[in-house]
């Protein structure tokens, strides 16, 4: 946690930077007090199920009655494939409804509320923030066999997002840590503005996730499977625990949420950004 606070201030050359990394973690936090706004309540409905409305968009009924957002707005999705997906996960549901596990029901009220009221332009900076502390380009110097692993693991994903957009993004064991060239981040942000609001909702969620945009995309783009993105992710808690040992509970739990979390995240991207092709492949999966 120290070092995380000292890279973060080395980077933040002056109060202003300072206040807008603050305005971000506020935001997050304001994401997560909103979604766990209700963490349970007793089952209210019997059956589940979707229906499409005049416009196009699909809609979920709990009974006779529909599905209606934290904010009060009727919830309505772009595709069936994820009305199919968050029907799914209310169905799920036993004689308590234990909203922290829904995680597309969450995604799709962030997405319709906006709690925070920002723009797409304004998530894309968000996202792209990321990239100044990067998980995978923070390296340390000591020990060798951490040094080794982190070597051996990240330096493939790197060299992959490199040649994949054609951007310079390198690592460094310094807590300035690298440079990131504008021209990347250029590239990156016009890459992001290809993806629609609802599609930048849940990879922004990946990013919070993994806190990494180069893990996340590597994902996205199915260069990594989720397993992967959240091992190397946590590849330095990893190599503690390898050393000296863990909570016996504890590790497996966390690493079950965070799979959980980036998969919902992941499968939220796809289904929001390739409506036709996955509606198709899910329906008849």
């Not at 309540?41 to 019997?46: G, L």
């Not at 199919?84 to 509320?113: G, P, S």
């Not at 998980?135 to 994903?157: F, K, S």
Request: glycine share 4%; net charge neutral.
């Amino acid at each position: 946690m120290l070092r995380c606070i000292v890279r973060l201030q080395s980077q933040v050359g002056n109060a202003f930077s300072l206040s807008k990394v603050c305005l971000r973690n506020q935001y997050y936090e304001c994401v997560a007090r909103y979604s766990a706004a209700t963490a349970e309540r007793k089952r209210f409905y019997q059956d589940v199920s979707i229906s499409q409305s005049e416009g196009g968009l699909y809609e979920i009924n709990l009974d006779q009655r529909k599905l209606k957002t934290p904010g009060g707005k009727l919830f309505t999705v772009p595709n069936e494939a994820l009305a199919i997906a968050v029907a799914t996960e209310w169905d799920a549901q036993r004689d308590t409804l234990k909203f922290y596990t829904m995680h597309l029901t969450t995604l799709c009220n962030t997405a319709l509320d906006n709690p925070t009221q920002r723009s797409k332009e304004q998530m894309i900076t968000a996202a792209l923030k990321f990239l100044e502390t990067d998980t995978i380009c923070y390296r340390v110097d000591e020990p060798h066999g951490l040094v080794e692993l982190q070597r051996n693991e990240w330096d493939p994903v790197l060299q992959w997002i490199e040649k994949r957009y054609n951007v310079t993004i390198g690592s460094s064991a310094s807590i300035l840590g690298p440079e990131i060239p504008e021209a990347t981040k250029d590239t990156l942000r016009q890459h992001l503005k290809s993806h629609n609001f609802w599609s930048l909702t849940g990879l922004e969620y990946v990013i919070t996730q993994l806190k990494s945009i180069v893990l996340s995309l590597g994902m996205i783009d199915r260069h990594l499977s989720v397993e992967q993105a959240v091992l190397l992710s946590r590849l330095e808690e990893e190599y503690q625990i390898r050393r000296w040992g863990n909570v016996e509970w504890a590790h497996d739990y966390d690493m079950y949420e965070l799979r959980a979390r980036t998969a919902a995240g992941a499968l939220f991207v796809h289904l929001t950004s390739e409506s036709s092709t996955v509606k198709h492949k899910l329906l008849q999966d």
